[in-house]
């Protein structure tokens, strides 16, 4: 039993092929658009000057994120098509022998004695996020 393939069924072939590759491209575009991708890369030497210290979800649609740039931290809500600037300038605390063993240890007993009420420098904001009038 022989097969007969003619010129029709490669060009077909090769149609599906590169149709195929465009699409896992377009994909890797939109990804990369959503924030998937990858982090772009430091060029050698230079230190990073921004990076995300910490970041908790409080609900489905809602973050606090930490931010540090070039030694000042920034504390951020993002939520929806929304971001509010909860704190800015923060100037972050100093790293204690107990605190950098309590890093290492993640599932610790003891809490940390220094922490910060999360509404920051801004009583006015209440649990849910929104401004008090």
């Known amino acids: 039993m ?5 010129l029709t ?9 590169l149709f195929v590759i465009a699409l896992i491209g377009l994909a890797g575009a939109a990804a990369r658009r959503m924030g ?12 990073n000057r921004l990076s995300i210290v910490e970041m908790k979800s409080l609900d489905a649609k809602r973050r606090l ?8 931290e920034h504390l951020i809500l993002l939520g929806g098509d929304t971001a509010l600037l909860i704190e800015n300038a923060i100037t972050p605390p100093e790293e204690t022998p107990e605190e950098t ?9 003891t809490a940390p004695s220094s922490q910060k009420n999360w509404q920051g420098s801004n009583p006015s904001l209440t649990a849910a996020g929104k401004a008090t009038t």
């Open 65 to 72: 994120v930490l931010l540090r740039r070039d030694d000042t």
């Open 9 to 17: 069924d490669i060009f077909y072939s090769i149609a599906a092929l």
């Open 101 to 109: 063993e309590a890093a290492d240890a993640p599932f610790s007993q």
């Open 36 to 47: 998937l991708g990858f982090n772009t890369p430091v060029k050698k030497g230079k230190k």
């Open 2 to 6: 022989a097969v007969d393939i003619n």
